[in-house]
Antibody, heavy 121, light 110 residues
Framework: QVQLVQSGPEVKKPGASVRVSCKASGYTFTSSGITWVRQAPGQGLEWMGWISAYNDNTNYAQSLQGRVTMTTVTSTSTAYMELRSLRSDDTAVYYC??????????????WGQGTLVTVSS | QSVLTQPPSASGTPGQRVTISCSGSSSNIGSKTVNWYQQLPGSAPKLLIYSNNQRPSGVPDRFSGSKSGTSASLAISGLQSEDEADYFCAAWDASLNGVVFGGGTKLAVL
């Protein structure tokens, strides 16, 4: 079955960077893309961006431009999300999900289990 | 403040029909398709409805989606205790050039 497994929890200091991995299995990795969504404690979902696993084209949320980079390694079917210059309000659970479809008609399915990133001095 | 507007809470009793609304604008719901995600307590979100009204395999037909103009709705019929969860709507926003989510609706089964 299609499955996404993410790396473990991280604790970082303000100003540091974090990299979260997302390993895919059960489908042809390059046939779709990976999106990243985060959820602050007790809050809603925030879309961070996505990357095509076919050609590495990316589209990042305007609010994170310049601080986030998404990459893929097709040989290991793994996607990565790096967030730099961390602030306390970056504390959240970070999810990856497979995305299919077009810009205007897309869907995120399935989702990884989530990775808690805590930013604290 | 979320771009898509959902009621923060909804409730119903077992067997009842409940609807959750999602209001947007011409740059998102008015011109793009809507997805709905279900997040059970302590779990990752799960795709519930895509392309306004399509159910992925495995999702019971108790769940249905609709869209009219700049609003969308999720309906749950034959409410069950395991439906207690947070529900989020989502759509592409052409002005923001990104996906926007609703703030989420917490559904309680009384």
């Amino acid at each position: 079955q299609v499955q996404l497994v993410q790396s473990g929890p991280e604790v970082k200091k303000p100003g540091a960077s974090v990299r979260v991995s997302c390993k895919a299995s059960g489908y042809t990795f390059t046939s779709s893309g990976i999106t990243w969504v985060r959820q602050a404690p007790g809050q809603g979902l925030e879309w961070m961006g996505w990357i095509s696993a076919y050609n590495d084209n990316t589209n990042y949320a305007q609010s994170l431009q310049g601080r986030v980079t998404m990459t893929t390694v097709t040989s290991t079917s793994t996607a990565y999300m790096e967030l730099r210059s961390l602030r306390s309000d970056d504390t959240a659970v970070y999810y990856c999900a497979r995305y299919e479809g077009t810009y205007s008609d897309n869907r995120f399915d399935p989702w990884g289990q989530g990775t808690l990133v805590t930013v604290s001095s | 403040q979320s771009v898509l507007t959902q009621p923060p809470s909804a409730s119903g009793t077992p067997g009842q029909r409940v609807t959750i609304s999602c209001s947007g604008s011409s740059s998102n719901i008015g011109s793009k398709t809507v997805n709905w995600y279900q997040q059970l307590p302590g779990s990752a979100p799960k795709l519930l409805i895509y392309s306004n009204n399509q159910r992925p395999s495995g999702v019971p037909d108790r769940f249905s989606g609709s869209k009219s103009g700049t609003s969308a709705s999720l309906a749950i019929s034959g409410l069950q205790s395991e439906d207690e969860a947070d529900y989020f709507c989502a759509a592409w926003d052409a002005s923001l050039n990104g996906v926007v989510f609703g703030g989420g609706t917490k559904l309680a089964v009384l």
